[in-house]
């Protein structure tokens, strides 16, 4: 890789391993991804509940319970985040990286009013006077698009419908300009039509800003209508990292096709809805071989045997033996 | 449609909606102001022995009447309080200090030092009350202060397991999670959010603190551990007077009655409080 290119990268991640110690035993949540997340761009994490999407997020800001075991290298312009002091990654917190979580209304301390929730991430990272820092709250609000930033500042968390809970919990979070923002389900707790105008919104201040972010859901139509790039999650892994139109028109991993395939909008009328079949692995009971081979109509021997190396081709990754062999071949 | 500006005025108006938190508020006020001015209002010195007027009955110059020494009755009563009141203001400000600080470091931090902590907690929590406040008189030395340091210390227990256990409710907040991820330290997250959000039930508890040490401090006095005569606080005075409670009622009843004021009052507070912090939101 050149060094502009190096540059242009904001966050490398490299073999992350995430175990968590439980009663159970040790469980693997994520094992061995990389990625990488390049500067003004947003990349789309998909994935089902517990393929290890809000792990991998909460891992880049250090945000992990504390009976965690975490390997691998998360390279943030070149520092290793996974070696920080907790005080260090305070520094990089709501500075250099910042989160928006799932649910609005719980994220938003109720003893503050917004104006002491915005000020509060201002005097943390750059002390100014309060005069300043009410006027960058009130322009962080005009951007986020609240219709009357001033009455806004004087209320409580609340009184505010969730969509607007969520553009605060977005301007908490750019307050102080950061790299990177992850959006750990920003839209889940919302209504369609409100989620359609947060995405929009995270799109406007990616293009405004020029901050990446890192946008983490369930639904494929989400990340398919906001993301430039997208990594697809199975069972702790990636199991496709593709741009996010090569994603949707050629997907090359089985679990991708089946999730596309899933979708409402694709199925034709008066079929029953197409589903992928068998449930996703527990994390204590991983299968050998490749993770997805149980439920993958194209599973064969070596499949259940080995599991497959990652395989880059034209910009794109997938984990599959059927593309291994295919441009080995070829 | 205009937010509700002031959170506190809100809850002072809730407050006082109801009569009865007025009422209740009021009388601590004047039994706390009676102790407070006690040097000013008494008629004469309280350890003033006049032989010849023992027990005299109430009267417009002695409304309380005067003890078995003859003793002015109102001063024995004011200054009771006072002592009674010093002595639970002093014993709850230590308890609540420390009960609160080990709970919310427990709660907050977890991990082994919780474990530690609230083993020996829950040890001392396995004694009633009352006969630890004597066992930790007794270890701190019997004697005219040291009980005060007792009844504080025997507070500690009950405090910290409750402040912890809200703490740990808390914690698992997203908000708290939130706070972390814009980079607020530790020491920002404790006193800024856990404090700001249990403040509520912290005044709660300091109530309910303060009335248990009144009760307390009496129930001391009346066994006679706590003060030395002639200094005697409500607990004594109850007690000195329980043998002619049927012959001159008032002796006992004067100063039961201000106890049973001071904290049935307090209690109304708390309650009313309880109430008017649950409809803030």
Redesign the interface.
């Known amino acids: 890789m050149s060094k502009n290119t190096e540059n242009n990268l904001h966050l490398q991640v490299k073999d992350l391993t995430i175990g968590f110690r439980t009663r159970q035993g040790e469980a693997e949540a994520v094992r061995r991804i990389s990625f990488q997340l390049r500067q003004g761009e947003i990349l789309g994490f998909v994935g089902e509940s517990g393929s290890g999407k809000s792990v991998t997020c909460k891992s880049i800001i250090g945000l992990l319970p504390e009976n965690v075991t975490l390997s691998g290298d998360i390279l943030f312009h070149g520092k290793n985040l996974l070696a920080c002091t907790e005080k260090e990654m305070e520094k990089y917190r709501g500075r250099h990286i910042s989160m928006v979580f799932q649910e609005p209304m719980g994220s938003l301390d109720p003893s503050f009013r917004i104006e002491q929730l915005l000020q509060e991430v201002i005097m943390v990272h750059d002390p100014c006077s309060r005069e300043e820092a009410r006027r960058r709250s009130l322009d962080m609000l005009k951007k986020v698009d609240i219709a009357d930033p001033v009455n806004c500042l004087k209320r409580y968390p609340f009184e505010l419908s969730g969509g607007m809970q969520q553009r605060i919990m977005i301007a908490m979070a750019l307050l102080c300009r950061p790299e990177i923002l992850l959006a750990d389900e920003p839209t889940t707790a919302l209504d369609v039509i409100t989620q359609g105008q947060i995405l929009d919104l995270l799109r406007r201040l990616n293009d405004e800003l020029g901050t990446s972010v890192i946008l983490i859901s369930h639904d494929m139509g989400i990340v398919a209508q906001t993301a430039d790039r997208v990594a697809v999650m199975y069972c702790g892994q990636i199991v496709e990292t593709a741009d996010v139109q090569d994603l949707i028109n050629h997907p090359m991993h089985p679990y991708t096709e089946g999730l596309l395939a899933s979708l409402p909008e694709r199925q034709t009328g008066g079929e029953e809805l197409r589903t992928i079949p068998g449930t996703v692995p527990s994390i204590y009971n991983i299968p050998s071989g490749c993770t997805f081979h149980n439920r993958c109509p194209y599973a064969r021997s070596v499949c259940a045997a080995e599991a497959p190396p990652m395989l880059m081709h034209d910009g794109r990754e997938v984990l599959c033996w059927r593309h291994h062999e295919r441009y080995q071949n070829g | 449609m205009t ?3 002031n ?1 506190l005025a809100n809850i002072v108006r809730a407050y006082f909606s109801r009569p009865l938190n007025t009422i209740a508020l009021l009388c601590f006020i004047l039994v706390v102001l009676l102790c407070v001015f006690a040097p000013l209002i008494v008629p004469e010195n309280y350890n003033t022995i006049h032989v010849n007027r023992i027990f005299e009955k109430p009267s417009w110059q002695h409304i309380f009447g005067r003890d078995r020494l003859g003793r002015d009755y109102l001063g024995r009563v004011l200054f009771g309080g006072r002592l009674t009141l010093k002595v639970a203001s002093f014993a709850t400000v230590i308890g609540f200090l420390l009960g609160t600080a080990a709970g919310i470091l427990c709660g907050y931090f977890g ?1 082994t030092l919780d474990t530690v902590v609230m083993r020996f907690i829950e040890t001392l929590e396995a004694v009633p009350f009352l006969l630890l406040v004597l066992v930790f008189e007794i270890m701190l030395g019997l004697g005219t202060g040291n009980y005060r340091y007792a009844l504080g210390v025997a507070m500690i227990p009950r405090l910290t397991h409750f402040v912890r256990a809200e703490v740990m409710k808390l914690r698992s ?3 708290i ?9 530790e020491m ?1 997250i404790i006193f ?2 856990i404090l ?2 249990i ?1 509520p039930i912290l005044i709660l508890q300091l109530l309910r603190c303060f009335a248990e040490a009144v009760l307390t401090c009496t129930i001391c006095g009346y066994l006679q551990i706590g003060f030395t005569p002639p200094m005697a606080d409500w607990g004594t005075l109850v007690a000195d007077g329980y043998h002619v409670l049927r012959v001159y009622p008032w002796i006992s009843l004067l100063p039961s009655g201000s106890v049973i004021l001071t904290v049935l009052s307090l209690n109304l507070i708390g309650n009313g409080l309880h109430d008017a912090l649950g409809q803030k ?1």
């Open positions: 937010p509700k500006r959170k991990n907040q997203e908000y999670e939130a706070s972390r991820s814009i980079g607020c330290s920002q800024r959010h700001n959000n403040f939101q």
